[in-house]
Structures are given as C-alpha cells and as structure tokens.
C-alpha cells in the first residue's frame, strides 16, 4: 500500500499576514494547529513569506498540503484544490528579486535536488483585497478558513491520517502564532480598508 | 534635452522609452523605465516601487516588545535583521543592557543571515545574469572538471560528476520549455562565458541550493525555530545549559558543536566554491565595468557586528560606520542616528502627502500619508501606468537622504569605507582580487565590483561567525550562561515617554527601526530600509537615486531583452514588498518588457 510509506507529512501555510488576504495560508494552519491534534508524522508549520529557507521542509515531506492565497480568477474566497502535477513549479531567472523566490520555486528547488514529495496538494483561496498593507483578512476569505480545514482533514484521511479535533482549542502559548500575532490579537488593532 | 542632477549625472529623456515591469499582483513594486539613445545607451532612468505603506499603522498602541515579531514580518527574506533591529531600537529606548553572550549569538545569527543571503542571492538571483544555462549543455565535461580543478581544490569536480550533472539537466531541460529554466534570456548577446565555465557554474548552483539549508539551521539552533526565529528584548531567548539536562531546547555543548560545523562547513564552501566562481565569471566580463552609478561618488554604512556588547560606536563595530561623499576616500564622515538634521525622508516624488514638501523629515517624526497622483507627463492611467512621469510624484518609496545627499548602501559601500580607513580585513582581499583579475581599484565601481565585494564579505562573515561562535563557547565554560537581562521587562518601570533607534547591517544594506513610545505602547515607529536608500526616486534637488544612477550610460545589447538592467538592478540584492509568493496557475512571466 502507497499510504503505508507516507512517513512525513508536512501541512504548511504560507502568505504575508500582514497584507489583508495574503494572510489566508497561514490564519488557515494555525487554526488548524489550534483546533485539531495531529500524529507525530505530520508537520504543521507557518511558512509565512519564506522561499528557500522552506526547502528543508519540503524535501523532506512525502506528502505535503500547501494553504496559500492563489489568484485563480475565480469570485472572491472560493476555494480550488489541485494536485500533484497540476501544481506548477518553475524557476522564475527573470525575477527582478530575491523576494520574488515563490514557493514554485520552492517546489523546483526540491525537484532539482531530486526530493520532491510523491504527494501534493494545493489548497487555495481566491483573495479579494492583496494590496491593503496591514489589513485584516476579508470576510469571504475569512469565511473560507472552516472549509479549507475540512479540505485538508479530507486530503489527510485518503492518506491514512487523520486530524483529531481537540476537546479545547489550544490556548494562548501553545499557538503557532505568538507576541501579538494570532489572529484575534492582530486584528483587534487593524482597520479594514475603506 | 539633457538636465545635469546635482549629484553629477546626465539625464536625457528624449529618446525610446524601455520599461520593465514585474508581473506581480501588487501594484508598482519594482519597475524600472529607461530611456536610450539611437545606440541603445541609457541616458535617463526612473525606478519606482512598493514598499510597505508605514510599518507605524499596524504597530501603534502595541506592545513594544512584540514589535520584532511584526518586522519580522515584513520580509521573508531579511526576517531576522529586522527582529535584531527592533529589539536594539527598543534596547536603546529604553536603556537595557545585554550580556556579552547575547552579543555574540546575535552576531551569529546575524553573520549566519549575510552568508545566507550573499550565496543564495549569488547562486539563485544573481548567477543567471552572468551564466547561460542552455549553453552548459554543450560543454565537454572533461574540459569543464579541467577548468574546475584549475580553480579550486573542491572535491566535487570529476568529469563524470559533470557528465551526470549535464545528464540531469538535459532532463529538466527537456521536460518542456526549458522546465525549471523558462523565462529567461537564454543565448542573449551579453552572455559571455564559454559553456564549461556555464556547466560548473551550474553544478554549484544545485550545490549551493543543497548547503543553503545547512546554514539556516544555526538559525533554528539559536532561534528556537525556524521560519521564523524567536527574537527577545534584553538578550536572546536561549537558554544555555551546557550539562544538557536542563529545559528543553536549552544550548547544550551538542548544538554547539554542531553550529561550529556548520560554521566550518560554510567557510569552506565559501572559499572553495563561492570566491573562486565569482573570480572566474569575472574574468569573462572584465571589459563590462557599467553600473557603478553612485558607488563611486557616495556611499553609507551603519556598521554592525559590535565587538563588545552594548556599544554601538564606530571603533567597536567589526562591519564599518561611515559616510563618504563625492568620491573623496580620504574623509569618512561620521553618522549620527539621533540627529534630525542627518537621516530625512523626502516624498516630492513619492506617493505620500507631507505639510511642506520642500523639506525631509526624520523618522522619529515620520508621517506616512499616501497621496497617489500621476505627473502630467505620465502616460496611461492610474490603474495601467504605461509611463511613469519622473518630474511628478512617481514612487511609493520615500527619498531618504544623509544631510541631503543620495547614498548607496550595502557591501560595496561597506567595503568602500573599509578600504578608505585602511582596514586591512576589508583591503587586503579586494586588492588580491583586483590584482588577480588585473583591474584597477577604480573597477570596484560597477555591477561586477558589487558582486565581488558580496562575495568578499560572504568569506569575511563566515570567518567571523567562527570568532564569535570561539568566544561564546570560551564565555560558557568560564562559566558564564546568562544570555538574558530581565531587569527592565516589565513596563512598570519605564518612562512615560521614551524614544530609540536600532541599526544593522542587512545583507543588502543599512537598515534602522525608530520608535518612540508612549505610556508602555508603540506611539510611532518607522523604518528605512536598504532599498529605500537604493531604490530611491530624485528628492526635491533632482539628486537621483542609486538604482537609477547604476543604469546611466550603460550600452543595452536589445532593449527588447534587458538583460543589462536586471543584471545590474540584481546587484543590489534589492528588497519587496514581500507579498510575491502569490501563485499564478501557469508558470509566470517574472518580468513584462515594453519599448516605445
């Protein structure tokens, strides 16, 4: 069986939170972090903005779950899963910076090296508003945190693994997010964009 | 037409326009417009980018120690050079002290982030502006371990390693449009390397795509975890317990000895593989000197790597602390972060709003107010600028200015005020470069001298991660563990009013954080970054920026192609909005060309 040889596992959500929906793949993980208990196999991490440094991580995962904000053209918050091949991956030379490292390069890093995950799936949302510095997530983004969740749980099952929701949501410290940054700190101090 | 700038550059817009836009979803970002003349020499360029609208509207009222946290934020690239900024303007504001050992893993980790970037900004932005990868695959892979084995004694250079090498990147190659490698200017006339020098090139791009995650894992070591390291106010949040029985994720003598590994291992790759490659691309490209722009006439440092803690004085910065102007080496003038007549902000051509336009404002009173408007000369529409007006506003980047002068940051720069204070670290090995590739010191002044001198300081940081990483180990068995200085945490003790800035060296350039806060909460807080300074438009003299003074007089092969500009915009290692993860369903075009 193919799902018995899937050791790693890693569910990462990368993203900007600091600019409105591009926060989506990262509040996305840390929900999840916070309501469901996952086996020791499963990685859960907030990538953030990170290119290369995520290289590691993913070369390391036999099958990998991405949260992200991907702009697909579709009306604002719907979700769209695709798959393996379907997820592009190349290396962009005519890049204008280092800070452009998408995680499509990511992913053609990892296949350079030879170590790309026999698994992979790409969960992504529809954003509204990317260009509202310092905004919060809009609400049919925010809307679609709950529904990616389910997404994933259902990625995770066909796997062979399955997310356990906790009794209690974790609490403050035990959050992925920290000084400030979880969502309900965040957006306590941010205006939505007018 | 020609206007002279004040800063000494001919400007003439009358000819074909060329514009290079990234296709990002974020509007403005980095975009150069250049205009050429009848031979296709740049004769007047225009940047224009998206940086973050004022940190200050997400910080205010916030807790003073979590700001590192949000800055941190800001950028996936620079994460923790602006977490050790933040916490040293907090430090600074509030007058806490940290232990020595704090110093030391902060140098560390900040030594380890400049090794970091420097090889991957080389290898995997920087590389395939110089190596043609589709040329590699012609190479004879005996001739390229020949030329490989002529240069370095780096184990990895058999002909059957690059015979396999050519194997595999046929493979990728083939795998449809170039695979991996689509989207570039393959076999464009400014490619000047013979395919074996391509071919090694490219094995050390894989290479160092495999160390670069070695190196990062001093990061999870010291920071407790990666992506994204935890920093503290007052120290740094590990603890140190070299026994190994103590809390968990304490520095026992295990990690460190693994940190000193990695050390060894970077200083190596480094020598043996970074150096020697810049030094042998280089020597292909010897006649193209373009790009010194403003290299050559002013340039600044903060300075960083304090030897002692706490001191953050020129004497005790290991990386320099100066300003040159005018090209005049012979005086380094000294830089006052306090001081409002020194660093000021100008937006005559930004996109911000200011009470008196004519004068800069220092970040302690920083405002950021958008006010987006195109020049009357502008061409298209706010939502499609076809073309940017340079004589109106035409930026979101600020103009920031040292006592009203355009400066350019980052290694060259510091490298420049090192050699001009006869510091042998810093001359010595760019005098043994230029003697090898027989150029005179006035060569450093170009695309080429940026990118030897990020490879010289790679070398020259990873040694001195070596030297802190010694003292830190010497401090612990003498017995001294503290890595913390509580003393001020708690806010009860704190003034009701108190300000500070924090400085470093980032990889690309200086980099300062100014807070001021009031009754325990962040009143205001700005920052000015590297490619504020690089990337910056004219200020209300007409000085113009770095960016735009590197692409002067630079003879473009095909402005369809404008491989010369990124060339020498890369050179930079410039800094976005980091906000360009986003994916698009099919692989992007990085970059639209437009010549009119």
Same mark, same amino acid.
């Given at each position: 069986?193919?799902?018995?040889?899937?050791e790693?596992?890693?569910?990462?959500g990368?993203?900007?939170?600091l600019?409105?929906?591009?926060g989506?793949?990262?509040?996305v993980?840390?929900?999840f972090?916070r309501r469901?208990?996952?086996?020791?196999?499963?990685t859960?991490?907030?990538?953030?903005t990170q290119?290369l440094?995520?290289v590691?991580?993913?070369?390391e995962?036999?099958?990998?779950?991405v949260?992200?904000a991907?702009?697909?053209? @579709?009306?604002?918050g719907?979700l769209k899963?695709v798959?393996?091949?379907?997820?592009p991956?190349?290396?962009?030379a005519?890049?204008?910076?280092?800070?452009q490292?998408?995680f499509?390069?990511v992913?053609?890093?990892?296949?350079?090296?030879g170590?790309?995950?026999q698994r992979?799936a790409?969960?992504?949302?529809?954003?509204?508003?990317?260009?509202?510095?310092?905004?919060?997530?809009?609400a049919?983004?925010r809307?679609?945190?709950?529904?990616a969740?389910?997404?994933?749980?259902?990625?995770?099952?066909e796997?062979?693994v399955?997310?356990?929701l906790r009794p209690e949501?974790l609490?403050?410290?035990a959050?992925?997010?920290?000084?400030? @940054?979880?969502?309900?700190?965040?957006?306590?101090?941010?205006?939505?964009?007018? | 037409?020609?206007?002279?700038?004040?800063?000494?550059?001919?400007?003439?817009?009358?000819?074909?326009r060329?514009?290079?836009?990234?296709?990002?979803?974020?509007?403005?970002h980095?975009r150069?417009e250049?205009?050429?003349?009848s031979?296709?020499?740049?004769?007047?360029?225009?940047?224009?980018?998206t940086m973050?609208?004022?940190?200050?509207?997400?910080l205010r009222?916030r807790?003073?120690r979590?700001?590192?946290?949000?800055?941190?934020r800001?950028?996936?690239?620079c994460?923790?050079?602006?977490?050790l900024t933040?916490v040293?303007?907090v430090?600074?504001?509030l007058?806490?002290?940290?232990?020595?050992?704090a110093?030391?893993?902060?140098n560390?980790?900040?030594?380890?982030?400049?090794?970091?970037?420097?090889?991957v900004h080389?290898?995997h932005?920087?590389?395939?502006?110089?190596v043609?990868v589709?040329s590699?695959?012609?190479?004879?892979?005996?001739?390229?371990?020949?030329l490989?084995?002529?240069?370095s004694?780096w184990?990895?250079s058999?002909?059957?390693y690059?015979?396999?090498?050519?194997i595999?990147?046929?493979?990728?190659?083939?795998?449809?449009?170039?695979?991996?490698?689509?989207?570039a200017?393959?076999g464009?006339?400014?490619?000047?390397?013979?395919?074996?020098?391509n071919?090694?090139?490219?094995?050390?791009y894989?290479?160092?795509l495999?160390?670069?995650?070695?190196?990062?894992?001093?990061?999870?070591?010291?920071g407790?975890?990666?992506?994204?390291?935890?920093w503290?106010?007052?120290?740094?949040p590990?603890?140190?317990n070299?026994?190994?029985?103590g809390?968990?994720?304490a520095?026992?003598m295990e990690?460190?000895?693994l940190v000193s590994s990695?050390?060894?291992?970077?200083?190596?790759f480094?020598?043996?593989?970074?150096?020697?490659?810049?030094?042998a691309?280089?020597?292909?490209?010897?006649?193209?000197?373009?790009?010194g722009g403003?290299?050559?006439?002013?340039?600044m440092?903060?300075?960083?790597?304090?030897?002692n803690?706490?001191?953050?004085?020129?004497?005790?910065?290991?990386l320099?602390r100066?300003v040159?102007?005018?090209?005049?080496?012979n005086?380094?003038l000294?830089?006052?972060?306090?001081?409002?007549?020194q660093i000021?902000e100008?937006?005559?051509?930004?996109w911000?709003k200011?009470?008196?336009e004519?004068k800069?404002l220092?970040?302690?009173?920083?405002?950021?107010?958008p006010?987006y408007?195109?020049?009357?000369?502008?061409?298209?529409t706010?939502t499609?600028?076809?073309e940017?007006d340079?004589?109106?506003?035409?930026?979101w980047i600020?103009a920031?200015r040292?006592?009203g002068?355009a400066?350019?940051?980052?290694?060259?720069a510091?490298?420049?005020i090192?050699?001009a204070?006869?510091r042998?670290e810093?001359?010595?090995?760019t005098?043994k470069?230029?003697?090898?590739?027989?150029?005179?010191?006035t060569?450093?002044?170009s695309?080429?001298?940026?990118t030897?001198a990020?490879?010289?300081e790679?070398?020259w940081?990873a040694?001195?991660?070596?030297?802190f990483?010694?003292?830190?180990?010497?401090r612990i068995?003498?017995?001294d563990?503290s890595?913390?200085?509580v003393?001020?945490?708690?806010?009860?003790?704190?003034p009701?009013?108190?300000?500070?800035?924090g400085?470093?060296?980032a990889p690309?350039g200086?980099?300062?954080h100014?807070?001021?806060?009031?009754d325990?909460?962040i009143d205001?807080?700005?920052?000015?970054v590297p490619?504020?300074?690089?990337?910056?438009?004219?200020?209300?003299?007409?000085n113009?920026g770095?960016?735009e003074a590197?692409?002067m007089?630079?003879?473009?092969?095909?402005p369809?192609k404008?491989?010369?500009?990124?060339?020498t915009?890369?050179s930079?290692?410039?800094?976005?909005a980091?906000?360009t993860?986003?994916?698009?369903?099919?692989g992007?075009?990085?970059a639209?060309?437009?010549?009119r």
């Amino acid at each position: 069986m193919a799902e018995a040889k899937l050791e790693r596992i890693l569910v990462l959500g990368i993203g900007n939170i600091l600019w409105a929906d591009e926060g989506f793949g990262v509040r996305v993980v840390e929900e999840f972090h916070r309501r469901y208990a996952v086996p020791d196999n499963v990685t859960i991490l907030d990538g953030g903005t990170q290119g290369l440094y995520l290289v590691n991580y993913v070369e390391e995962a036999d099958g990998l779950i991405v949260f992200d904000a991907i702009d697909y053209g @579709l009306a604002p918050g719907e979700l769209k899963l695709v798959r393996d091949d379907e997820v592009p991956r190349f290396t962009g030379a005519k890049k204008m910076s280092l800070h452009q490292t998408g995680f499509q390069e990511v992913l053609s890093a990892a296949d350079l090296l030879g170590r790309y995950p026999q698994r992979l799936a790409l969960i992504g949302c529809q954003p509204l508003d990317l260009e509202d510095w310092g905004g919060p997530l809009t609400a049919p983004v925010r809307a679609q945190i709950a529904p990616a969740i389910e997404l994933a749980c259902a990625v995770l099952a066909e796997w062979g693994v399955s997310a356990v929701l906790r009794p209690e949501p974790l609490a403050g410290d035990a959050r992925l997010l920290a000084n400030d @940054l979880d969502h309900a700190s965040y957006e306590l101090h941010v205006d939505p964009a007018e | 037409m020609g206007i002279q700038t004040p800063n000494g550059f001919n400007l003439d817009n009358s000819g074909k326009r060329v514009v290079v836009d990234p296709l990002t979803r974020i509007e403005g970002h980095l975009r150069v417009e250049v205009n050429v003349d009848s031979n296709n020499v740049i004769r007047n360029a225009v940047s224009t980018g998206t940086m973050w609208r004022g940190i200050e509207t997400i910080l205010r009222n916030r807790d003073p120690r979590d700001a590192w946290a949000f800055t941190e934020r800001i950028c996936g690239v620079c994460t923790g050079t602006h977490a050790l900024t933040s916490v040293r303007a907090v430090e600074n504001a509030l007058g806490i002290m940290i232990p020595d050992n704090a110093n030391s893993i902060r140098n560390i980790m900040q030594l380890c982030l400049q090794v970091h970037d420097h090889l991957v900004h080389f290898y995997h932005l920087h590389a395939l502006d110089w190596v043609d990868v589709v040329s590699a695959l012609k190479a004879d892979p005996k001739a390229t371990s020949a030329l490989a084995q002529s240069i370095s004694d780096w184990p990895l250079s058999s002909p059957g390693y690059f015979k396999d090498l050519q194997i595999r990147l046929t493979k990728f190659v083939e795998s449809g449009q170039l695979g991996p490698f689509k989207n570039a200017y393959w076999g464009h006339a400014a490619y000047k390397l013979p395919p074996e020098a391509n071919l090694m090139a490219v094995a050390h791009y894989l290479e160092a795509l495999d160390f670069q995650k070695e190196i990062v894992k001093i990061h999870t070591i010291y920071g407790g975890k990666n992506p994204h390291p935890n920093w503290l106010v007052g120290g740094v949040p590990c603890a140190v317990n070299v026994d190994g029985t103590g809390a968990v994720g304490a520095i026992n003598m295990e990690r460190l000895n693994l940190v000193s590994s990695i050390i060894d291992r970077s200083i190596e790759f480094v020598q043996k593989v970074y150096l020697p490659d810049v030094v042998a691309i280089g020597s292909f490209y010897k006649d193209w000197l373009y790009g010194g722009g403003l290299s050559g006439k002013s340039v600044m440092s903060y300075g960083d790597i304090p030897e002692n803690a706490n001191d953050y004085s020129a004497r005790n910065l290991k990386l320099p602390r100066g300003v040159i102007l005018n090209g005049n080496l012979n005086e380094v003038l000294p830089i006052d972060h306090g001081d409002p007549e020194q660093i000021q902000e100008f937006v005559t051509h930004s996109w911000y709003k200011y009470p008196d336009e004519s004068k800069g404002l220092h970040p302690w009173d920083g405002v950021t107010e958008p006010n987006y408007q195109l020049g009357p000369n502008a061409k298209g529409t706010k939502t499609d600028i076809k073309e940017l007006d340079e004589g109106g506003k035409y930026s979101w980047i600020k103009a920031p200015r040292w006592r009203g002068n355009a400066v350019e940051v980052g290694p060259l720069a510091r490298y420049i005020i090192g050699y001009a204070q006869n510091r042998p670290e810093f001359k010595e090995p760019t005098d043994k470069l230029l003697k090898t590739l027989n150029l005179p010191m006035t060569a450093l002044f170009s695309t080429l001298g940026r990118t030897a001198a990020r490879a010289l300081e790679c070398d020259w940081a990873a040694t001195q991660m070596r030297y802190f990483q010694d003292k830190l180990v010497a401090r612990i068995k003498a017995g001294d563990s503290s890595t913390a200085n509580v003393e001020k945490w708690k806010p009860e003790g704190w003034p009701k009013e108190a300000k500070g800035y924090g400085f470093t060296e980032a990889p690309r350039g200086a980099l300062a954080h100014w807070i001021k806060i009031k009754d325990t909460k962040i009143d205001n807080y700005q920052c000015v970054v590297p490619t504020t300074w690089n990337g910056s438009p004219r200020d209300p003299k007409g000085n113009i920026g770095a960016f735009e003074a590197s692409l002067m007089d630079t003879p473009m092969a095909d402005p369809e192609k404008p491989l010369e500009i990124l060339r020498t915009i890369h050179s930079f290692d410039p800094c976005l909005a980091c906000s360009t993860h986003v994916m698009s369903p099919d692989g992007q075009e990085m970059a639209t060309v437009k010549v009119r």
